[in-house]
């Protein structure tokens, strides 16, 4: 974890003109950092991990799918070959027509895709590439978790360890040269920010982005989607806000207005 103190130094260093190599080597730019005078913050202990954008989206569909496919004879074609022909089950999705040619990914489908690619991948990759993909897999799971023990955590860093372990095979077949990226070094804080702060599953942008739904796929279907289904999808949210907050009023005042021991009004008739 960073230190505010010395990312403020580094900062200061290159406005004055100096050009410090921390400054490159750490990524940062020649912005003032709404947090410099902020008492007693660490801004770096307020990042939380994301599961969904992290884990899901960035370690393993962006970057551990497209390595593992890589190392398959075949590459795409082979991998969507064996996706189609999955058993069916009624807990899995079955990808008819492989994975390569879905556009749009959701975290559902991340999941999915997750509970059968390591079977997928069995006896087509070296045996280095799928204990690598199955660590990745462990962490996520784990990583999943909605209570956390010692033990839960313990094994939770034995995957990430077995990860960096096997994940050299990746540079050895020249499909990486290096793991300088940033949602992979995010893996490691997971332990410590868990431990903080609880479990990752609570802070996961997963939630939130169900929001989605009812504040722009619905309210876009409101609209006459032409040039300005903008200020459109703001009206149609205003009202939607305001019909809440006088429905709220209503049954408030009628809670109001029926003492407990009148039973001649009832609510749900």
């Known amino acids: 974890m960073r230190n505010p103190q010395d990312i403020r130094d580094v900062l200061e260093a290159a406005a004055q003109g100096a050009k410090p190599v921390k400054f490159k080597e750490w990524g940062l730019c020649a912005v003032s950092p709404f947090w410099k005078d902020l008492p007693h913050c660490d801004i770096f202990s307020a990042l939380t991990p994301d599961?969904?954008?992290?884990?899901?989206?960035g370690v393993f569909k962006d970057h551990v799918v497209n390595w593992s496919t890589a190392c398959v004879s075949g590459g795409?074609?082979?991998?969507?070959?064996?996706?189609?022909?999955?058993?069916?089950?009624?807990?899995?999705?079955?990808?008819?027509?492989?994975?390569?040619?879905?556009?749009?990914?959701?975290?559902?489908?991340?999941k999915n895709m997750e509970k059968?690619?390591?079977g997928a991948l069995a006896g087509s990759a070296e045996k280095d590439v799928i204990l690598a993909v199955r660590a990745v897999l462990d962490f996520?799971?784990?990583a999943h978790f909605e209570i956390h023990s010692d033990d839960s955590l313990d094994m939770l860093e034995a995957s990430w360890r077995d990860f960096h372990h096997y994940k050299h095979v990746f540079v050895r077949l020249n499909i990486r040269s290096e793991f300088n990226i940033p949602k992979v070094h995010s893996m490691q804080h997971?332990?410590?920010?868990?431990?903080?702060?609880?479990?990752?599953?609570?802070?996961?942008?997963?939630?939130?982005?169900?929001?989605?739904?009812?504040?722009?796929?619905?309210?876009?279907?409101?609209?006459n989607k032409r040039s300005t289904y903008i200020k459109q999808m703001a009206v149609w949210l205003e009202?939607?806000?305001?019909?809440?907050?006088?429905?709220?009023?209503?049954?408030?005042?009628?809670?109001?207005?029926?003492?407990?021991?009148?039973?001649?009004?009832?609510?749900?008739?």
């Open 239 to 269: 009202r939607q806000e305001a019909a809440h907050h006088h429905d709220a009023y209503i049954f408030w005042t009628i809670q109001e207005a029926c003492s407990p021991e009148d039973t001649s009004f009832n609510l749900d008739r």
């Open 76 to 110: 795409e074609v082979e991998v969507d070959r064996r996706f189609r022909m999955m058993p069916r089950h009624a807990s899995l999705r079955h990808f008819k027509k492989g994975i390569s040619l879905v556009t749009q990914w959701t975290g559902t489908e991340f």
């Open 140 to 142: 996520i799971y784990y």
């Open 190 to 223: 997971y332990m410590s920010s868990i431990r903080n702060l609880g479990a990752a599953d609570g802070y996961s942008m997963e939630g939130p982005e169900r929001l989605h739904i009812n504040f722009a796929k619905v309210a876009y279907g409101f609209s």
């Open 51 to 57: 599961i969904l954008h992290q884990l899901h989206k």
């Open 116 to 118: 059968v690619f390591l």
